[in-house]
């Protein structure tokens, strides 16, 4: 695995439709530092995503960040 890869990516449920958003820091920023600044993972979804928090149903993260 080179240094740096990403396979972070954070799952949402809207509207029983699952969602996957990866990490591409370039388009997205790091997701695991917006994830984990304190917002929590249906915030970060949310924004994200640009829907209201309401709309997640759910929220998970996958995978690790190597960067």
Known sequence: MKEGECHFKIIAFVNGNKLEVPCIPEETGCLK?????????KAAAAEILGL????????????DCKG
Do not use: K, P, S
Not at 52 to 63: F, H, P, Q, S
């Open 52 to 63: 209201d928090y309401i709309d997640i149903t759910d929220a998970a993260v996958e995978g």
């Open 33 to 41: 530092n917006l994830v984990w600044c304190g917002i929590g993972i």
